[in-house]
């Protein structure tokens, strides 16, 4: 069970170029955290974002944290890679790394 | 001794040169992640523990401290990693 998670999220993670795992959507964020990510992912002009409301499925909320060693929600992957939480993606964001990373997947 | 004291102690090993806890719970009474009675905390906190290491890396060594008392103790933690020299 747990490992077909993880597979699921492997396969979300590579299939698609920029994932954002979050507490609800990105027109209706349900946690202040998943709303910064969502913004900090629109004022990096991304496109193609492919958002999962963890909150939707209690599988993949417990599943998405064993699989990143990460406990907290939101998370964001970008080309089968983990970057971070919503703090990292605030600094990188502010230091100028995020963009090009976001640009080159996007 | 309540979460403040806990979170601090927990976080001595990384011999912190600062160890700034801000309980944000009050801003978020009401909403609900806030229900299961979780708190919501900032965490600054600079150590020559994160010399060399990434954000990634700073992040877990943090959590892994404090790993059994997230989420229900500690519903949110934002963090602030810093080696000495960075802030």
């Known amino acids: ?106 | 001794m309540d979460v403040a004291q806990e979170i601090h102690q927990r976080l001595t090993v990384l011999q912190p040169e600062l160890c700034d806890l801000d309980d944000d719970s009050a801003a978020h009474q009401g909403h609900a992640g806030a229900a299961g009675g979780g708190g919501h905390y900032t965490l600054t906190i600079v150590s020559a523990a994160f010399v060399g290491k990434n954000r990634i890396a700073r992040h877990r060594q943090v959590y892994d401290l404090l790993q059994d008392l997230m989420p229900h103790t500690i519903h949110a933690l934002a963090l602030k990693t810093y080696a000495p020299g960075e802030i």
């Open chain 1, 1 to 106: 069970m747990s490992q077909n998670i993880h597979d699921v999220i492997r396969q979300q993670v590579t299939e698609n170029p920029i994932v954002l795992y979050m507490k609800g959507s990105a027109q209706f964020p349900q946690c202040g955290f998943s709303a910064r990510a969502v913004q900090i992912l629109k004022a990096c002009e991304a496109k193609s974002v492919m958002t999962v409301d963890v909150l939707q499925d209690p599988a993949i909320r417990q599943g998405i944290k064993e699989f990143s060693n990460w406990p907290t929600i939101p998370q964001l992957y970008i080309k089968g890679e983990f970057i971070g939480g919503s703090d990292i993606m605030t600094e990188m964001f502010q230091s100028g790394e995020l963009q090009p990373l976001v640009a080159a997947a996007s």
